[in-house]
C-alpha cells in the first residue's frame, strides 16, 4: 500500500464537531467473512492482509492514543506501534493506553518493555479505584516498571465506563483515540455512542462458530453513516462517520 485510500484519507481530515471535552474516537478492528475477530479460545488471529496492515498502522499515525482493553494486553501481548511503515518517512506514535479496571497488564508485557528499552512510548493503565490490596499491588509493581497509572474519574464500582475514561484522556492531552478491541471494549465503545470514526477490515477468511464474535448494537451506531467500501489487497475496509 503506497498511500491510504483516498476515502479514509477523507475520513480523517474531516472536521468533526463535538460537544463534550473528550477524544474524537475512531473505532477500528478486523474481522473475517464470518464476523469473528479472534480463533478458537481466543487465539490472535492475523486477519489483515499485508495492505491493510500498513494501513491500520498509518491510521495510528494520526492518533494522539491507542487503546485496548486487558483482555487484548494480556491475550495479544500487542506492541500498537508503526513498525510495518516504511522505514525513514518520519510520522508520529500513539500513546498505548490500556483499560485495565484491576491492573492485571504484565509487567514483562511488549509495551512496558518497550517503553524501558527506549522503543515505544510510555505505556498507560487507567484503572478503577479500589481498597483491594491484591489490585493495589499490582498496581504498584506497573508502576514501578514504568507504566504510567491513570485513576478515571468515573467510578460506578464495577466500570469505570467509557465516557469517564475519555473525559479523563482528554484532561491529559489525548486529542484523538484509536481503539482497536477486543471484543468487549469494542461493545462498549460501541453502545457508549461516542465514536466518531469506525473502520472495519474485513478480510476473505472463515473462522468457524468457535471463534470469537463481537456485538454491534444497531441503535449505537445509529450516529454514523457509510462513507465507503475500498479494497486493500485482499481485504475490503468499510468506513463510517458521524452524521
Ligand atoms: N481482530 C481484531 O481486530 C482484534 C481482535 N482482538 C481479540 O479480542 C480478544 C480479546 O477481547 P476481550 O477478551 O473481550 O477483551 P478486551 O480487550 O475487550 O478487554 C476486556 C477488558 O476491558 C475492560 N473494559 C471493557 N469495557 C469496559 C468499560 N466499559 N469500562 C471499563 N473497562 C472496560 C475490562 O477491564 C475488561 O476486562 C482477543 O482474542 C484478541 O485477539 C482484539 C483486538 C482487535
Ligand atoms: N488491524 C488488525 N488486523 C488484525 O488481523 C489483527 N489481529 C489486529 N489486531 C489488533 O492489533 C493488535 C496487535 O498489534 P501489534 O501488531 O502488536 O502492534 C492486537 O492486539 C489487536 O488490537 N488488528
Known sequence: M????????????????????RPKVTL???????????????KQLILSGRESMVMTHWMRTVHDGILVGVGTALNDDPQLNTRH????????LPIPVVMDRRCRL??????????????GKQPWVIYS????????????KLES???????????NGFFPGVSGVLRTLYSLGIRSLMVEGGAQIIDSFARSGLVDRLVVTVAPVVVGP????????????ARLSFQATEGVGIDHIIGFLSK
Not at 85 to 92: D, F, R, T, Y
Open 2 to 21: 503506497a498511500k491510504p485510500p483516498s476515502f479514509l484519507t477523507a475520513i480523517f481530515e474531516e472536521d468533526i464537531k463535538i460537544k463534550e471535552e
Open 28 to 42: 477500528t478492528f478486523a474481522q473475517s467473512l464470518d464476523a469473528k475477530i479472534a480463533g478458537v479460545g481466543g
Open 85 to 92: 511503515l516504511p522505514a525513514g518517512v518520519p510520522h508520529s
Open 106 to 119: 504484565a509487567v514483562d508485557c511488549k509495551l512496558i518493555r518497550n517503553y524501558a528499552e527506549g522503543r
Open 129 to 140: 479505584k479500589t481498597e483491594d490490596t491484591e489490585v493495589l499491588e499490582r498496581k504498584e
Open 145 to 155: 516498571s514504568g507504566a504510567k497509572i491513570i485513576e478515571s474519574d468515573e467510578n
Open 210 to 221: 468457535l471463534g470469537i464474535g463481537y456485538t454491534l448494537d444497531p441503535a449505537s451506531l
